[in-house]
């Protein structure tokens, strides 16, 4: 079992930045690939920023959408993972979730209560 909590969440008006974090008990952090989701109203909950197991070099990867604006990093230390986020725009308002899973040949399978990132134009 793992359990996963966000926050950071909040209002911001466009071209406003946020910092996102999630924190981890219950599993070995750093053993783990992590994730950033999102999920807007009436729409399905999609990919946003992912950061590999330490051992397999913590390679990020960004949705084509945010590539450039946003940032995914993590502190296995603190069992932490962040997602720094600039240049918002309307669009970007969603849930945002965090979530585990125990290699990249598996889905995601823990994750977080998520946290409303709400962008004004």
């Known amino acids: 079992q793992v359990q996963l909590v966000e926050s950071g969440g909040g209002l911001v008006q466009a071209g406003g930045s946020l910092r996102l974090s999630c924190t981890a008990s219950?599993?070995?952090?750093?053993?783990?690939?992590v994730g950033w989701f999102r999920q807007a109203p009436g729409k399905e909950r999609v990919f946003v920023a992912g950061i590999s197991s330490s051992s397999s070099g913590g390679s990020t990867s960004y949705a084509d959408s945010v590539k450039g604006r946003f940032t995914i990093s993590r502190d296995n230390a603190k069992n932490t993972l962040f997602l720094q986020m600039n240049s918002l725009k309307p669009e970007d308002t969603a849930v945002y979730y965090c979530?585990?899973?125990?290699?990249?040949?598996?889905?995601?399978?823990?994750w977080g209560q998520g946290t409303q990132v709400t962008v004004s134009s």
């Open positions: 979530g585990t899973r125990r290699s990249v040949l598996t889905p995601y399978d823990f």
């Open positions: 219950g599993r070995t952090f750093a053993d783990y690939h």
